[in-house]
């Protein structure tokens, strides 16, 4: 049973659209994020979740909007996607408490990777 | 704020031969430090994390790392690689409080295991 599982994991759309890429973990942890890595593999975090409540938002175009309905599923919904946009995203976790018992090691799903025409 | 420099982009090497890839940490505060592999097509998932005390530590597949805090560096090494570590290598850092626990990764390393 997947811990971190993204959907979909392919998508390819014309500028302009609207996507949404769907994350659900069944780990039980509270937090959760939304990494970028662009094509040279570079890893930059957008978004993250704790319970439900945005915790980080990075400077990220308001044309990305994350969604947390309840704290196991963060969705990402892109608006007006551009060519820069193609890229692979990836939903991670990560549970509460301290370092030492765990917080701070993030779990990660397979990805998604979106391209834009 | 907390900035990680993996040194080397690509590493090729020989099956059964060492390996070391290269991390090197900026921070004004205390840190953690973690290594993650990306096997092709896949997410990241952890490799071994220094958090306190001993300064090498041992992960998974054979790997570790040795934190070296006069200069700011933990390296992965391995003595001896299989075709099967051929992946990205990300390091990372976080601080150890506050807003500072957010995790930064470095720009990867590719390493490639020749037959």
């Known amino acids: 049973d997947t811990a971190v599982s993204q959907t979909p994991k392919y998508l390819v759309t014309q500028m302009g659209n609207d996507k949404s890429i769907k994350c659900e973990q069944n780990l039980g942890h509270d937090t959760m994020y939304w990494y970028k890595q662009d094509s040279k593999k570079f890893l930059k975090i957008m978004f993250s979740?704790?319970?439900?409540?945005?915790?980080i938002n990075e400077t990220v175009p308001n044309r990305f909007s994350p969604k947390s309905p309840d704290k196991a599923h963060l969705n990402l919904h892109i608006n007006s996607l551009e060519l820069g946009d193609s890229a692979v995203y990836f939903c991670?976790?990560?549970?509460?408490?301290?370092?030492?018992?765990?917080?701070?090691?993030?779990?990660f799903g397979a990805g998604s990777r979106l391209t834009v025409l | 704020a907390q900035s990680v420099t993996q040194l080397d982009s690509q590493v090729p090497v020989f099956e059964e031969a060492p390996v070391e890839l290269r991390c090197n940490y900026s921070s004004s505060v205390s840190v953690y430090l973690f290594w993650y592999v990306q096997y092709p097509n896949q997410g990241l998932q952890l490799l071994l994390k220094y958090l306190s005390g001993s300064t090498l530590v041992k992960g998974i597949n054979g790997f570790e790392a040795e934190f070296n805090k006069s200069q700011t560096s933990f390296h992965l090494r391995k003595p001896s690689v299989h075709i099967s570590d051929t992946a990205e290598y990300f390091c990372?850092?976080?601080?150890?409080?506050?807003?500072?626990?957010?995790?930064?990764f470095g720009s990867g390393t590719q390493l490639t295991v020749l037959p």
């Open positions: 990372a850092v976080s601080g150890t409080s506050g807003s500072a626990r957010q995790l930064t």
């Open positions: 979740y704790n319970n439900k409540e945005l915790i």
């Open positions: 991670a976790s990560s549970q509460d408490g301290t370092v030492l018992s765990g917080a701070n090691v993030l779990t």
